[in-house]
């Protein structure tokens, strides 16, 4: 008998949390595997994500094939697990990727929540000018990008889950979700 894992593709901000609820989902969940996105390079991708955005974000303007074939190739490898997660920033809004993915959770955080969780990941040696100018270049350009998932990745998810809650707390409402739909 053939196994198809579930895909599950975890969404959020940048600092909203996908990867450390990728990570715990996947030490929750049994035959897992985890894929996350910002371990590819996309040879097909925008240059200026800014410039992509206020041009109307195309996502398949994305070529995901490195991400895709590794999906593929877990599908049919020799211990096919039961999951496989995506820390994926997309949702469905790829039309390639779109039908690999059984279930689409957004972890909806406040901006101001993942500006500060992001600031106290990537500059924890940095001098105040290095987070002063993060700072400028979000207020000025970045937040685009935000506003973007909030207004076409949130919506086009499956469920959205509260990015506030204790990581533990999330993990066990997206395996309830899971469970809940019978995957």
Not at 16 to 44: H, V, W
């Amino acid at each position: 008998m053939s196994i198809k894992p579930k895909i599950i593709s975890i969404s959020a901000f940048s600092g909203g949390g996908k990867t450390t609820i990728t990570k715990k989902l996947n030490s929750m969940l049994q035959e897992t595997q985890a894929l996350f996105f910002d371990d590819y390079e996309f040879e097909q991708a925008p240059d200026d994500l800014i410039q992509w955005v206020n041009q109307g974000a195309n996502y398949n303007l994305w070529n995901l094939d490195p991400i895709i074939s590794d999906i593929e190739s877990l599908k049919v490898s020799k211990e096919v697990p039961s999951y496989i997660l995506l820390d994926y920033p997309f949702s469905y809004m790829n039309d390639k990727m779109k039908n690999h993915i059984d279930l689409s959770i957004f972890i909806d955080t406040p901006l101001d929540v993942a500006m500060d969780r992001r600031i106290l990941r990537d500059h924890t040696d940095s001098q105040i000018s290095e987070v002063h100018n993060d700072l400028h270049f979000y207020l000025q350009y970045g937040r685009t990008a935000y506003l973007e998932m909030e207004y076409k990745i949130k919506p086009n998810a499956d469920t959205v889950i509260d990015g506030t809650l204790p990581t533990g707390r999330i993990v066990e409402l997206i395996i309830k979700e899971i469970r809940d739909r019978g995957l």
